[in-house]
Structure formats: structure tokens, C-alpha cells
């Protein structure tokens, strides 16, 4: 398995307050990616970086941020959570602009009341 | 801005029985790439199944194997003599070439293998 670590596993949290999640992958990835999974949507991405403090948006963006500012990590920050944002997201890696496959974490499930 | 479509979100099929998950895309692209993950209940994403768009020929993986139709987009996967570790989510994507190496998702058909 790929090291790619995702923390925490699972997060309630209240409505209005910030969230960060991390992912960790010790792959030496340079594609690095935040997705999450809603019932009849499938995955839809929300940030990606393509290397050290170069990250771009995703579908559904609105309401989160990212960064990073090593390699090995890339955080994903709900600056006031939502209950909208009550989710599974999942953190992803490629290593290059010539490897397709993706390396999933385990996933963090977020509920927030 | 591509999409993916699978209109079946869930199908069964008995044990050792062949079943066929259905998979279609819009894009305007010439060069892509599509798969097949499996999402078992632990949560984890496990590629099944790639196919590069510039090949004619099916993938196969084992008991995996795909129907891709370019000039229709469609991407089917059959899953041969079905076992009951073959109950998954199961979500069709989207790669494109000269990208970021972002996924597309579809809905995801949810399968269940009957003993």
C-alpha cells in the first residue's frame, strides 16, 4: 500500500468552528489531492496541488482552503464549518504528469452538528 | 469540463455469475484515460481496472474486464464468476491526459454478490 495517512479517522465538530484535516504521504508524490464523497455524487474534488505551495481549485471549493508547504503534507482547512460539509473526504496521490494511478487514503468521515 | 454517468446505483448479481456495470463520459478530449475503482465497505479505494483511451483493445484484469466504446463513450465492466468479495461500491472515472491528473467520478453503482 502506498503510505498515505490520513488524520484524524473521524471528526464531529460544531457548526461554525475550523476544521483542519491532514494528509501525510511518504511516497515522494508530487500530485496531491482532497476529494469528497457524498451519497449519489460519487468523489468531487475540492483543491489540488501539483507541487509546494502550488495548488489550484476543484469542482467544489467554496467554503475550503488548502495547503502545502512540504511535499509529504497537504492540509485541508473548513475555515467555519457547515453542516453542508458533513462528508467523507478522502485525500489522493500521483506521482507525475506521466503515472495515472491514484493512491487513496483511508478516509475521514466529518460530521458537523 | 468532463462528466461521467452511471445510471445503475445498485445491481446483484448470484455467485459465480457474470454481471455488467454500466459507464458513460462527455468530453470533447482525444487523449484520456478511464477506470474502475472498487470501494469495499472498509472504505478503501482500490483500482480495479484502467483502460488508456488511444488503445482499442479491452483491458483485462483477471476476472475484470472492460467494453470501451470511444465513439459512443461508454465504459462498461464485466465482472466474471461474481464472488462475494466482489460486493463493493463501485465508481467509474475519469482521467484526463494533459491534466493535473485529476479523477472525475461517477455516482457509483453499488453491487452486491448473492451466495
Known amino acids: 500500500d502506498a503510505g498515505i495517512t490520513q488524520s484524524p479517522r473521524h471528526k464531529v465538530t460544531e457548526t461554525g468552528t475550523p476544521v483542519t484535516l491532514r494528509c501525510h504521504q511518504t511516497e515522494n508524490h508530487r500530485y496531491m489531492y482532497w476529494y469528497r464523497q457524498d451519497p449519489g455524487h460519487g468523489l468531487r474534488l475540492i483543491h489540488y496541488?501539483?507541487?509546494?505551495?502550488?495548488?489550484d481549485k476543484g469542482e467544489v471549493s467554496d467554503g475550503y482552503s488548502v495547503s502545502r508547504s512540504k511535499t509529504e503534507d497537504f492540509l485541508l482547512t473548513l475555515e467555519s464549518a457547515t453542516s453542508s460539509q458533513t462528508s467523507v473526504y478522502f485525500c489522493?496521490?500521483?506521482?507525475?504528469?506521466?503515472?495515472?494511478?491514484?493512491?487513496f487514503g483511508q478516509g475521514t468521515r466529518l460530521t458537523v452538528v | 469540463a468532463q462528466t461521467v454517468t452511471q445510471s445503475q446505483p445498485e445491481m446483484s448479481v448470484q455467485e459465480a455469475e457474470t454481471v455488467t456495470l454500466s459507464c458513460t463520459y462527455d468530453t470533447s478530449e482525444n487523449n484520456y484515460y478511464l477506470f474502475w475503482y472498487k470501494q469495499p465497505p472498509s472504505r478503501q479505494m482500490i483500482l480495479v481496472i484502467r483502460q488508456e483511451a488511444y488503445k482499442q483493445q479491452n483491458a483485462t484484469e483477471n476476472r475484470f474486464s472492460v467494453n470501451f466504446q470511444k465513439a459512443a463513450k461508454s465504459f462498461s465492466l464485466k465482472i466474471s464468476d461474481s464472488q462475494l468479495g466482489d460486493t463493493a461500491m463501485y465508481f467509474c472515472?475519469?482521467?484526463?491526459?494533459?491534466?493535473?491528473?485529476?479523477?472525475?467520478f461517477g455516482s457509483g453503482t453499488q453491487l452486491t454478490v448473492l451466495p
Open positions: 496541488s501539483y507541487g509546494v505551495k502550488d495548488t
Open positions: 472515472a475519469f482521467m484526463n491526459r494533459g491534466s493535473a491528473r485529476q479523477l472525475t
Open positions: 489522493a496521490t500521483t506521482q507525475g504528469p506521466e503515472n495515472t494511478e491514484a493512491f
